[in-house]
Every structure is written in C-alpha cells, then in structure tokens.
C-alpha cells in the first residue's frame, strides 16, 4: 500500500496570501496518478486536480498542482475566503489511499 | 447533471450489518465504477473499495476483506455497500463516488462526482 504523507498538518494564512501544501507518497506514484481534493465542514470532497497538475471542471486557475515519483504540491496562489478548508491528496493506483489532510485556516 | 444520492442515517447495534445505497442520475450508469470511501468522525478519507457498474468486478481494500461487498442494481441505477459485523470504529460517514472517466475495468481512476455522505453510527 503507498502512503502518502501530507505536510504541514496545518497552515495559518490570510486572505490573499499564497499557499503551498505538500504530499509525499512512500513509493513512486504511477503516471502522477495523483489527484487533490478540498473539503468544508458537513460536505463531501470536491475535486480539484488530476494526474498531478491538470485542473477539474469549473476550478479556479489560483489552484494549480506539480510534482511526479514521490513529491507533489498544491498551490493556491492568493486565497480567497472560500478557500480555507481540508485539502486531501490522493493516490488513484490499484489500491487507492488519502493522506491525512491539511487544515488551511484563517490567520 | 450527474448526481449521486445517498440513503438516509443509520444506527446499528454492535455486531450487526448496514446497507447503504447510492442511486446515480444524468449519466449511462454501467459505463462507470463507484468507489465507496469512509470518514470516521473527525478523520481523514479511507478508500473502501470500488465496483465496476459494467461488470460487477470488484476490489475491496485488505482491511474490510470478508465483512464487506458492494453490489449494483443496473434496472434502478443504484450501487450498495453492505458492511457486517459493525464494530464502533465503523461508526463514520459513508460517500460514495464515481469514476471520472468510464469503461474502467480495475480500480485506478479519480472520483468525481461524490455522494452528499451517509452517517452511519454504531453504538449499544
């Protein structure tokens, strides 16, 4: 099973600050079969980032993803209100895992 | 637009088994898998397993092997996870969630959309 290690566990920005979450799988990743997701309070995950770096339908362009093997980034380049939520990676191979989120909250 | 909804809450007794249904709409639903992840309270995401709409193949992870199946009803558009033999660490919220892309054979694809959860709690 891949584990994937997220960091920081959480991260105290302002509004219009640049976020930087970072993701590291314990074996390389096939394909940069990586995704991101965010999730508030009471609802489900949205997706926001596939095969590492290619935005979902709909997302804004201040999220964007990078990496490939064993290190991935998400980063929000100035956050909105909206934005302050739990941000999960995830490895989509044969056997799927999350890592276990960061907390983007308001400074 | 494509949408998966989800049954109602759930409280189980130790011990016993919970089924929970996920009825898809606004896509051909035995062109795409369904994944089923959990969230125990306060937890992170825990992938469950995933079931081909197509086919019926299935893959569960390790820890849940033999305690849980998921099934489809391709005249309804539903998908079910039956989990037995409920422990209080099942208590958490169920989501189900398609493949983005179709005619997956195995597991291996990024899940969009989600379901809106179910809660299931287990306690005496």
């Known amino acids: 099973e891949i584990v994937l290690t997220q960091s920081p566990g959480t991260l105290s920005l302002s509004p219009g600050e640049r976020a930087t979450l970072s993701c590291r799988a314990s074996q390389s990743v096939s394909s940069s079969y990586l995704a991101w997701y965010q999730q508030k309070p009471g609802q489900a995950p949205r997706l926001l980032i596939y095969g590492a770096s290619s935005r979902a339908t709909g997302i804004p362009d201040r999220f964007s993803g990078s990496g490939s093997g064993t290190d991935f980034t998400l980063t929000i380049s100035r956050l909105e209100p909206e934005d302050f939520a739990v941000y999960y990676c995830q490895q989509y191979g044969s056997s799927p895992t999350f890592g276990q989120g960061t907390k983007v909250e308001i400074k | 637009q494509v949408q998966l909804v989800q049954s109602g809450a759930e409280v189980k007794k130790p011990g016993a088994s919970v089924k929970v249904s996920c009825k898809a709409s606004?896509?051909?639903?035995?062109?795409?898998?369904i994944s089923w992840v959990r969230q125990a309270p306060g937890q992170g995401l825990e992938w469950m397993g995933w079931i081909s709409a197509y086919n019926g193949n299935t893959n569960y992870a390790q820890k849940l092997q033999g305690r849980v199946t998921m099934t489809t009803d391709t005249s309804t558009s539903t998908a079910y996870m039956e989990l037995r033999s409920l422990r209080s660490d099942d208590t958490a919220v169920y989501y189900c969630?398609?493949?983005?892309?179709?005619?997956?054979?195995?597991?291996?694809?990024?899940?969009?959309?989600w379901g809106q959860g179910t809660l299931v709690t287990v306690s005496s």
């Open positions: 969630a398609r493949d983005f892309l179709p005619f997956a054979v195995v597991v291996g694809n990024w899940f969009d959309p």
């Open positions: 606004g896509y051909t639903f035995t062109s795409y898998g």
